[in-house]
Every structure is written in structure tokens, then in C-alpha cells.
């Protein structure tokens, strides 16, 4: 079993940055694909939107074309991912959660039921 907490959220004007994090347990999550989704408040029945991965098999990484080049997925050797949000914008205002698959598929995983693991979430609030 893999335990996964994300940090890191929180206001912040438009065009600053955030950068959030997502501490994992129970397993070592380099045999593991990360990604983050998000959840925005006025679509709360909707599909997570899928936001970034990186490939347990080589750490490659994967983005929506709405945030590439500004967010930046990355992870360390003590079992956390991270995600640095730059030049954010008020629509990226949702709920980010950090998930992980155990390494089976050499694909980027991009939807959200080929995870098997989820942080609880973090909000990221961004002011206009």
C-alpha cells in the first residue's frame, strides 16, 4: 500500500508561483508513475483534470497543453513528487491531488482511473 499527503497549497496572486508536494509512505514511489490532477470547484462531477506525469520506467514526463510550460512535475530520492506551478492563472484555482501506479505500463498515464493511489488534496486558490 502507498500513502500519498500533498502540500504546498494556498493563495496566491496571479502570475506568482506555487510549488506543491507530494509526500509518499509504505512504498518506495521510484518504482511508481506520479501524476497530478486537478479538480476544479465549478465542475465537481467531472473527470479529475489530468495536469502532468513522469514515467516510473525512465522518469520521463507528460503535459497537458494547458499547463506546459508552466508547471513542472519532479520528484527526489526521499519518496516525494512535486509540482511547480508557475505564472499561475485564476482558472487554475481547484483542487490538486498527486497520485501513483505501480510500474506495470511503459505509457504516461494521463487518466485517472489508471491510478490506484491518491492524496486526500490540496487547494490552490489563485487571485485575480
Known amino acids: 500500500q502507498v500513502q500519498l499527503v500533498e502540500s504546498g497549497g494556498g493563495l496566491v496572486q496571479a502570475g506568482g508561483s506555487l510549488r506543491l508536494s507530494c509526500a509518499g509512505s509504505?512504498?518506495?514511489?521510484?518504482?511508481?508513475?506520479m501524476g497530478w490532477f486537478r479538480q476544479a470547484p465549478q465542475a465537481p462531477g467531472a473527470e479529475r483534470e489530468f495536469l502532468a506525469t513522469t514515467r516510473w520506467s525512465d522518469g520521463s514526463t507528460y503535459y497537458a497543453d494547458s499547463v506546459k510550460g508552466r508547471f513542472t512535475i519532479s520528484r527526489d530520492a526521499k519518496n516525494t513528487a512535486y509540482l511547480q506551478m508557475n505564472s499561475l492563472k485564476p482558472e487554475d484555482t481547484a483542487v490538486y491531488y498527486c497520485a501513483a501506479q505501480g510500474g506495470y505500463s511503459d505509457n504516461f498515464l494521463t487518466r485517472p482511473y489508471e491510478y490506484d493511489y491518491w492524496g486526500q488534496g490540496t487547494q490552490v486558490t489563485v487571485s485575480s
Open positions: 509504505g512504498r518506495t514511489l521510484s518504482s511508481y508513475s
